[in-house]
C-alpha cells in the first residue's frame, strides 16, 4: 500500500440504532481490508439498546468514540468532525454501507493528482447512491442522480449528490450549521463546494444509502429550510426560478446528465 495515499475519517453517528450500526460497522471494516488508511469515528447520543457494547466489541476498528447526549444529528455530526485528523471526512450514518469494498483503492488509484492542490487530491469527491431497504436489499437507485460535472450552481436543482456520497477535504469542512434541524447537510455540501479547487466525479457508486421515510411536518420544514440555504448561496430571483424548475420537473420528463 502506498504510504503516500491520504488518511480519510470516516464519521458515523448513531443513536439506539445497534443493529444498523452493526452493518456499517461491518462495511467499514471490509474497507479497510484493502484500504488501511482509515480514521474510523463514531459518535454515540448515549443509547440504551446495547450500542455501547457493539463499540467495545470493535474497538481494534474504531479509533476514537464517544457516548453522550447531544442536541440532535448535527450536532452529533460536529462533535465527529472536530474529532477528525484525516485528510478527508466522510460522513457514513448507522446503517449506511459502502457500495465497494475496494471504493477508495480505487477512488485514489484512479484520480489524476494535478496542480490544483498542494499534494494533488481533489477537494471534493463524489458520486452516485444506490438506496437500500429495512433488510439491506437494493431498492434502485436514488432519483436525483450526480452530474457528470458538479459545480455548485448545481445544487440549484436541490441535493443532486447525496451527502453519504461525497468526500471533502477536512481542511474545508465547515462545522454543520445548527441554526437547520433538516437541511444542515445541504449547506454544509454546498459551503465545501464553493471553496473547492478541484472537485472530482469517482464514476462510482460510492454509498448505499438506507431510505427513511420522513413525516410530512419535517418534510415541509425541509423545503423552507432549502428555500433559506439557496437564498443565502443563490440570491432570491435565482432561488425563485429553481424551485418553478423543480416543480416543473415533478411533472415532466427531464433529461438528466450524469455518469454511473
Known amino acids: 500500500m502506498n504510504a503516500a495515499l491520504p488518511v480519510v475519517s470516516i464519521i458515523t453517528v448513531v443513536y439506539n440504532a445497534?443493529?444498523?450500526?452493526?452493518?456499517?460497522?461491518?462495511?467499514?471494516?471490509d474497507q479497510k481490508a484493502f484500504y488501511p488508511?482509515?480514521?474510523?469515528?463514531?459518535?454515540?447520543?448515549?443509547?440504551k439498546d446495547g450500542t455501547l457494547e457493539l463499540?467495545?466489541?470493535?474497538?481494534?476498528?474504531?479509533?476514537?468514540?464517544?457516548?453522550?447526549?447531544?442536541?440532535?444529528?448535527?450536532?452529533?455530526?460536529?462533535k465527529g468532525l472536530a474529532m477528525a485528523s484525516g485528510s478527508f471526512v466522510w460522513f457514513l450514518n448507522a446503517g449506511d454501507l459502502i457500495y465497494s469494498e475496494r471504493f477508495l483503492l480505487d477512488m485514489f488509484g484512479q484520480d489524476s493528482p494535478d496542480d490544483a492542490t498542494e499534494d494533488g487530491w481533489a477537494d471534493v469527491y463524489?458520486?452516485?447512491t444506490q438506496l437500500v431497504d429495512a433488510d439491506?436489499?437494493?431498492?434502485?437507485?436514488?432519483?436525483?442522480?450526480?452530474?457528470?460535472?458538479?459545480?455548485?450552481?448545481?445544487?440549484?436543482?436541490?441535493?443532486l449528490v447525496c451527502h453519504q456520497s461525497v468526500i471533502v477535504r477536512r481542511a474545508i469542512a465547515?462545522?454543520?450549521?445548527?441554526r437547520y434541524r433538516c437541511s444542515a447537510d445541504y449547506n454544509w455540501v454546498l459551503q465545501a463546494l464553493e471553496k473547492a479547487r478541484r472537485i472530482a466525479n469517482t464514476r462510482q457508486i460510492v454509498s448505499c444509502y438506507?431510505?427513511?421515510?420522513?413525516s410530512r411536518q419535517m418534510l415541509v420544514l425541509?423545503?423552507?429550510?432549502?428555500?433559506?440555504?439557496?437564498r443565502l448561496h443563490f440570491g432570491l430571483l435565482a432561488t425563485l426560478r429553481s424551485h418553478f424548475l423543480i416543480v416543473l420537473r415533478l411533472f415532466l420528463p427531464v433529461k438528466r446528465d450524469y455518469a454511473a
Open 18 to 29: 445497534k443493529n444498523h450500526l452493526a452493518k456499517t460497522i461491518k462495511s467499514v471494516r
Open 37 to 47: 488508511h482509515i480514521e474510523y469515528i463514531v459518535v454515540d447520543g448515549a443509547s
Open 55 to 78: 463499540i467495545h466489541q470493535n474497538e481494534d476498528l474504531i479509533s476514537r468514540w464517544i457516548s453522550e447526549p447531544d442536541k440532535g444529528i448535527y450536532d452529533a455530526m460536529n
Open 126 to 128: 463524489y458520486g452516485q
Open 136 to 159: 439491506w436489499k437494493p431498492a434502485g437507485m436514488r432519483r436525483l442522480r450526480a452530474p457528470k460535472v458538479l459545480k455548485t450552481e448545481s445544487f440549484r436543482m436541490g441535493m
Open 174 to 178: 465547515e462545522p454543520y450549521d445548527m
Open 210 to 214: 438506507l431510505k427513511g421515510g420522513k
Open 222 to 230: 425541509s423545503w423552507k429550510e432549502r428555500f433559506r440555504i439557496m
